[in-house]
């Protein structure tokens, strides 16, 4: 906190946030510019699902945008045949009081209709807590939340430097977290940290990084724009290897499109990021693409499919 320096920061509308450093402003451009209102209500993401013929959404969030379970079990509410939504347990507080944080998941799924867990450990490292996700201070939380019958969407990156080998102790934890808890189905949620394994031309995945996945109860949430799309331009070819081995490796049942909007139309539009895989990538079987562009999470979440 002695590093913090007075700077103005502040919320500047059309996607940008601003600070100001001896008088200079600097600014970073988080969400795209059509955010005018710094504002993404669920009406929006219904009129892009319509303008790109997606049925429903699962949504996710940020935390630090301050989007709890309420703002996303209120989109449900409003949207009950359109989107799905993930529940949420502050991960920095999880060790001091897990029993409270058990209470907070049940009370989203039992009460307001979400359908899973969203875990992001990076979030402990903004409070200064570089814990091991899966140790003795969080384990009364995971019986819990083992104990609700629903899937855990992990978002998995690297936390500390240097970032190839501490993604790969994430990895690690979330092997043992799917030992101790064979009846929880996982996700690995906005792909493979995929920055971390490009090249020129393409993606060169390490075999370690498969490891995980040898368990079947995890599936892959298959994005690339997010990470990918200020490096390469649509539809990304370069990439197209990479969908092809996922498919190999996993089986389309196990693979789950995504898109991370609305922060994606950045570089893609939201029908853009469809039809990367609709498309632009044939090697899929129709019952494959079906699949991986909903019938997975379909599937994981048991609803129907039309």
Known sequence: LDALKAAQFRVAGNGRFEWTVTGEVYAKQYFPPSIADMAYPPERLVAEMDFAGVDRALLHRTPYLGIGNDFIAECVRRFPDRLLGLAHAEEWLIAADPEAAVRKVERAVREQGLSGLQFLPPQLDLYSDGAVWDGPRFRPFWDGVASLGIPVFFSLRDRVSPAVESYRDELGTLLRWMERYPE?????????????????????IPEWVWDPFANPNLSL?????????????????????TIETCVERLGADRLMWGTDMPIVTRFWTYRQNIDFI????????????????GGTTAHLLGEATS
Request: aromatic content about 12%.
């Open 184 to 204: 929880v189905k996982a996700v690995h949620t906005h792909g493979l940290v995929w920055r971390l394994f490009m090249h020129e031309t393409g993606l060169d």
């Open 221 to 241: 949430q298959l994005m690339f724009p997010i990470a990918l799309g200020a490096v390469w331009d649509y539809p990304m070819p370069e990439v197209r290897p």
């Open 278 to 293: 609709r498309r632009y990538c044939d090697f899929p079987s129709g019952s494959d693409l079906a699949l991986i562009l």
